[in-house]
Nanobody, 126 residues
Framework: VQLVESGGGLVRPGGSLRLSCSSP????????IGWFRQAPGKEREGVSC???????????YYADSMKGRFTISRDNAKNTVYLQMISLKPEDTAVYYC?????????????????WGKGTLVTVSS
């Protein structure tokens, strides 16, 4: 499956952004979709993941450090998975990727994610 991220950009500390993950193949509901990020000089880490429609598409998982400020959701009619981010901090600056698999990894790991987008850059700076 092809994945395309959008919604990144420059935001001030304390601000919000909503990232989107979509696919031209109109089949995202078949997959668990996760959001991951990689900050400069750091390893990639998992942020959140949502199960596929077959496994309960309201079931979500978050890395412990991401709980409370990040919300993942999916709109199957729009073939899109979102990551709503609030109260952003400079340390949230990273390239954010969405990825697809048959299930969610044990966050903040990314083991088992089969398909990856190219990422969208989020910069939190004043």
């Amino acid at each position: 499956v092809q994945l395309v991220e959008s919604g990144g950009g420059l935001v001030r500390p304390g601000g919000s952004l909503r990232l989107s993950c979509s696919s031209p193949e109109n089949n995202l509901d078949l997959y668990a979709i996760g959001w991951f990020r990689q900050a400069p000089g750091k390893e990639r880490e998992g942020v959140s993941c949502i199960l596929s429609s077959d496994h309960g598409d309201h079931v979500t998982y978050y890395a412990d450090s991401m709980k409370g400020r990040f919300t993942i959701s999916r709109d199957n009619a729009k073939n899109t998975v979102y990551l709503q981010m609030i109260s952003l901090k400079p340390e949230d600056t990273a390239v954010y990727y969405c990825a697809a698999a048959w299930g969610c990894p044990s966050l903040p790991g990314d083991y088992g994610m089969d398909y990856w987008g190219k990422g969208t850059l989020v910069t939190v700076s004043s």
